[in-house]
């Protein structure tokens, strides 16, 4: 191969790359690849706690992402409320995330629909709260305080399922659905230490090695990470494959990925055996 | 007393939310609480604050015409798109039929999704431009960077022979060197708020008030 054509290789459009990744991401949609893949620790242990919760008591989720994040952690979520409902887990829901809300709501009120929950008795949604830090220290310290009404203007007092939950530290499990800031990191540094919480996180890609730290010191009691994070979770929920009208999103993503972190390797190792190539061309000819 | 005064209390304040941690009375807590409530008023304030201000430095330019004026206009534009719906839909506004609601699954939500998307996009021209083993340092985090992505897909887990060693590698990448990393960084950053902190509340660091200090 011409060195010229190897320089040019090294400098080319990155339009060109645009492309290889479009159709690395594609064809795997149109033609699927299915690989079975083993459940990461960190995933596992997520599960166990949610396990480890009795059935018939409540928790609390933060979900807080939105449509960024959404197609890493809208199957977690989903996946997560299959989980709880099917045990029979009440949920008190909040967010830190204004556009939040619309993604929510929806999902909730359609999985609960699905499994017979009642809203105000087996689950309630307490709506957007700013304020960041503040609004995880007033959880930490008093829910109806920071949310004196849920999303539709309803009292929280008037809400069964918020009845004997005041604080954090009420419930057995937090869970947090984080997109970025404000989420888990936030939670673990304003109330985690200081009421001794037990909170679990999932988190998109980019963010999980952030939380990889909380999770060996304890402070977070299980972690799902990214579209892998979330496959993980759907294969622990449902090990027999889903229910009828339920779609593993991340697992058919999980797979897509497959052909698009092998582009990238591809490249990069194609790109490193050219500069290699050129720089002992260029050694030599000096 | 125009500058003794936020000094005062932004130490009695600072110092008051930091004795919260160390003393768990009922009428402490009662009283940070209330503080956190201001917060949350003034959290709320912040975003009015911010609407006029970006209306008072872009409803200028866009009517003098001066550089870039159809973008902020644009971005005006969008911002009453958003807010004037949201108002006159109320409690209602994430119901199915309401404008608010359409605006956000079919303007919001699809261009929120897509900057994001395209990340993928840049990531892969990055990586192929920037990751060059050019010295050792170079090809440490090349190799780090290839053995993470292709483990922490199925494709990587399922190679024969090596594909078992290669997640426990990358567990270990994960569990011991990046965790180490950002363990001190997060510590060195805990440090500096707490360096920053004492200096805001003891009134050396007074940037705070409009002032070097």
Known sequence: MKLDTLIRFQNM?????????GLAILIPMLVPITLPFKVDERVQALYDAVEEVPNGSTVFISADFGPSSRPELEPYFRATLHHLFRKDIKIVSATLWPSAPPLVVPIYEELAERYGKEYGRDWCFLGYKDGKELAIKSIGENIPNAFPKDHVGTPVGELEVMRGYQQAKDFPLIINVSGGAPGTREYVLQIQG????????ATTAVSGPDYIPFYKAGQLVGLAAGMPGSAHYEKLVFPDGPPEGVRLLATQAYNVLNVGHAFIILLIVAGNLAFFVTRRAEEQEA | MRS??????TFVVGLFMVGEFFIPHWRYHMWTQVFLEWGFILAAAAYVLGLVNLVQVNLPKVLNKEQDWPYKLIMLAAIATMMIPGFIGGETRLQDGQM??????FVFVPLDATMFALLAFYIASAAFRAFRARNLEATVLLAAAILVMLARVPIGENLPVIGTKLVQFMNWIMDVPNTAARRAIFIGSALGAVATGLRIILGIERSHLGTDG
């Open chain 1, 194 to 201: 200081q009421y001794d919480l037990k909170i679990a996180s």
């Open chain 1, 13 to 21: 459009d990155r339009r060109w790359i645009f492309l290889g990744m």
């Open chain 2, 4 to 9: 003794t005064l936020p000094l005062i209390l």
């Open chain 2, 100 to 105: 608010y609601k359409w605006l956000f699954d």
